[in-house]
């Protein structure tokens, strides 16, 4: 089975442009807050530049002893991919954590008006 260079080139170009084109629209609609977006930005940049300069993909593959450099591309989505996980699961252990404690202080914040207001009843 013989693979076009040009075809591939065409259609992983083309997927990676349409991934920026939803994390812009995400982006612009605000369902994706620009901190966050910005790995996801320089994914798809780092993939488009693999996609479309074959030289730089052909030296990758050989740096990393892929012998079908179209595997590599996908090594390097994979990679980004993993990065993006590490950053989003510390993202959330982080507000995992703030929310505990939020939920803790306005417990605490309940029991005191709770003790105020029967304090208050009982001074009446």
Request: aromatic share 8%; net charge positive.
């Amino acid at each position: 089975m013989t693979y076009s260079s040009g075809r591939l080139t065409f259609v992983a170009g083309f997927a990676v442009l349409v991934v920026l084109g939803v994390v812009i629209e995400l982006i612009r609609r605000r369902r994706l807050q620009e901190r966050y977006a910005l790995l996801w930005i320089v994914t798809g940049l780092v993939m488009l530049v693999l996609a479309v300069w074959r030289g730089a993909l052909y030296g990758l593959a050989e740096l990393a002893g892929v012998a079908y450099p179209p595997s590599a591309l996908y090594m390097v989505a994979g990679l980004f991919v993993l990065i993006v996980l590490l950053h989003y699961s510390t993202v959330l252990s982080r507000l995992s954590e703030q929310n505990k404690t939020l939920a803790q202080r306005l417990a605490l914040l309940e029991s005191e008006r709770e003790n105020a207001r029967h304090g208050d009843r009982r001074a009446a």
